[in-house]
């Protein structure tokens, strides 16, 4: 019992070993691909065990938060600084299926809902300024589809949230659809926000009601990335 006890351990090791081995020389590639904060990434993958790698810049310290939805059976998640150490996020909140961190390879397993067939949820993780990177790997594949949005501090964050217009000008009684720059997928993690719900008050899908005569300032925000459009409401 003893001696298949140590075999397993010494198995669990030679995994760890080969998985962070390979995640090393993926992510020496020059064709990882450059994350932006606040956007939506699509992955489809096509076999077990495949990797996906991407890049991230921070610009300060912060937290970068990997928000993801996926149809994936398992997917193994690994965020890792130019010294290829692997960093254990700070926070997890799963909201469909289960995540949870493995010491023997340091790295989060997303398991879906079996029900469901689909797992929900963010990882949070403390960065300094620098370059980190992002493994993906599919370990039960599932219906192979995932995405997730990344948001981090970046010095592309004024341009990841684009109101359509600047400034509106509203007759009290009406209403609009504000909408972004972003995709539609996207568009659903944008926090509205208005500074005089009095003078205009907008929904959690970017309406605006207009209430009475004045100036009110609505402020869209998605990760640490947000825009401002003043709305000057008439009688």
């Given at each position: 019992?003893?001696?298949?006890k140590?075999?397993g351990?010494?198995?669990?090791?030679?995994?760890a070993?080969?998985?962070?081995?390979?995640?090393?020389?993926?992510?020496s590639?020059?064709d990882i691909k450059k994350?932006?904060?606040?956007?939506?990434?699509?992955?489809?993958?096509?076999k077990n065990r495949?990797?996906?790698?991407?890049?991230?810049?921070t610009?300060?310290s912060?937290?970068?938060?990997?928000?993801?939805?996926?149809q994936?059976?398992?997917?193994i998640?690994?965020?890792?600084?130019?010294s290829?150490?692997n960093?254990k996020?700070t926070d997890?909140?799963?909201t469909?299926?289960s995540s949870?961190?493995?010491?023997?390879?340091d790295?989060?397993?997303?398991e879906?809902n079996?029900t469901?067939?689909?797992?929900?949820?963010?990882?949070t993780?403390e960065?300094?300024k620098?370059?980190?990177y992002?493994?993906?790997?599919?370990?039960t594949l599932?219906d192979?589809?995932?995405?997730?949005i990344?948001t981090?501090?970046?010095n592309d964050?004024?341009s990841?949230?684009?109101?359509n217009?600047l400034?509106?000008?509203?007759?009290?009684?009406?209403?609009?659809?504000l909408?972004?720059?972003?995709s539609?997928?996207t568009?659903?993690?944008v926090?509205?926000k208005?500074?005089?719900?009095s003078?205009?008050?907008?929904?959690?899908?970017?309406?605006v009601t207009?209430?009475?005569?004045g100036?009110a300032?609505?402020?869209?925000?998605?990760?640490?990335s947000?825009q401002?459009i003043?709305i000057?409401v008439?009688k």
């Amino acid at each position: 019992m003893k001696a298949k006890k140590i075999l397993g351990i010494l198995l669990s090791l030679a995994m760890a070993v080969t998985a962070f081995a390979a995640f090393a020389v993926n992510a020496s590639a020059a064709d990882i691909k450059k994350l932006s904060s606040g956007k939506t990434y699509s992955v489809s993958f096509q076999k077990n065990r495949e990797q996906i790698n991407y890049k991230v810049v921070t610009n300060k310290s912060g937290k970068l938060k990997l928000t993801f939805s996926s149809q994936v059976g398992n997917v193994i998640v690994r965020v890792t600084d130019t010294s290829n150490k692997n960093i254990k996020p700070t926070d997890a909140k799963d909201t469909l299926g289960s995540s949870s961190w493995s010491g023997w390879s340091d790295c989060c397993y997303l398991e879906w809902n079996k029900t469901e067939r689909k797992y929900k949820g963010t990882l949070t993780y403390e960065v300094s300024k620098g370059t980190y990177y992002v493994n993906l790997e599919s370990y039960t594949l599932g219906d192979n589809k995932l995405s997730f949005i990344p948001t981090f501090p970046s010095n592309d964050s004024g341009s990841d949230v684009k109101i359509n217009n600047l400034t509106l000008t509203m007759k009290a009684g009406s209403t609009l659809q504000l909408g972004t720059a972003l995709s539609a997928s996207t568009d659903d993690n944008v926090a509205w926000k208005s500074s005089k719900t009095s003078v205009a008050k907008v929904s959690a899908t970017g309406l605006v009601t207009a209430k009475a005569a004045g100036t009110a300032t609505i402020t869209a925000t998605i990760g640490d990335s947000s825009q401002k459009i003043d709305i000057i409401v008439k009688k």
